[in-house]
């Protein structure tokens, strides 16, 4: 003969069930919140702030049409020292005061007028690269004017790619 | 077994709706990581930076006075990117029609298979 006394704590004990399997699940789920893959996160930050240093550094300080930028003028007279103080005061200055430690490797990318090829060489660095590290890739495009280009650029106007890799150290 | 006590079920089933309710916050903040990766992963995959770059070296170059300068800079910015950045550049730079206010008409096209920028600027 069926007994229906108790349903309500069989459809409690249920429930009381499930809530505790969902709860694992979902306690399980969340803690995971930084895998391998969410280094998204941090490359976004890293590339945008490396493309700004970039981007201001090759910004002209007058708007006269002979202006040039500081980047231009360390491709044109190859300023390596200059490119390292500026890039990195630039990527590693904080509101604290402590200073970050972003490190870079920059390579100018250049077509050969006679081969037609594009072709590079390497510009600056702040720490040899050694592969291991988890680097982001910024560029910035830089008009070189005028003549005085050292080699192995060709001596003309033209424009360059620098490509800069951006790690954290 | 202890005889059925239909006391309280107000009680239980308030005690079911806060469960329940937590629950669904919990799904929320479950879901709250995979935004932040998917929103990431967004804006890397946009070619946000490229473009404005492109954008201000053709602006840059279109002072350029001399025709073969002008052309040897174009062939640069176009093989460069296509070889270090898998996009398709070009642009031209022509003299705005008289009466104009302005002196240059720019083109620029972008497009690196997944995302196309155009654009036709008075300089």
Request: glycine share 6%; aromatic share 8%; charged share 15%.
């Amino acid at each position: 003969m069926v007994n229906y006394e108790g349903q309500l704590y069989t459809i409690e004990g249920v429930a009381a069930g499930l809530i505790m399997l969902m709860t694992a699940f979902i306690v399980v789920g969340t803690t995971s919140v930084y895998t391998p893959g969410d280094t998204h996160i941090t490359d976004m930050q890293l590339e945008q702030m490396g493309s700004d240093a970039l981007h201001m550094m090759n910004t002209p300080n007058t708007s006269a049409a002979s202006a040039e930028s500081a980047l231009q003028s360390m491709i044109k007279n190859n300023e390596k020292d200059r490119f390292r103080e500026t890039f990195l005061s630039f990527c590693n200055t904080t509101a604290g005061g402590t200073t970050d430690t972003l490190q870079y490797s920059t390579d100018v990318y250049y077509r050969d007028t006679l081969t037609n090829s594009v072709n590079r060489y390497h510009f600056a660095e702040s720490r040899n690269l050694t592969g291991g590290e988890h680097a982001v890739r910024v560029t910035e495009w830089v008009n070189i004017n005028g003549a005085g280009v050292p080699p192995p650029l060709d001596n003309r106007i033209q424009a360059v790619l620098v490509e800069v890799l951006v790690w954290r150290d | 077994m202890a005889r059925l006590n239909d006391d309280a079920q107000w009680i239980v089933l308030m005690g079911f709706m806060v469960s329940f309710s937590l629950i669904f916050l919990g799904i929320v903040i479950n879901q709250s990581t995979v935004v932040g990766q998917t929103t990431a992963e967004g804006v890397l995959e946009f070619p946000k930076n490229d473009i404005l770059n492109v954008r201000s070296a053709v602006l840059q170059s279109s002072g350029i006075a001399i025709p073969a300068d002008f052309d040897n800079v174009k062939k640069d910015i176009s093989l460069i990117a296509m070889s270090r950045k898998n996009a398709v550049v070009s642009f031209g730079v022509t003299d705005a029609p008289p009466g104009s206010p302005y002196t240059k008409i720019i083109d620029i096209h972008f497009n690196n298979g997944v995302t196309v920028y155009n654009e036709t600027t008075n300089y």
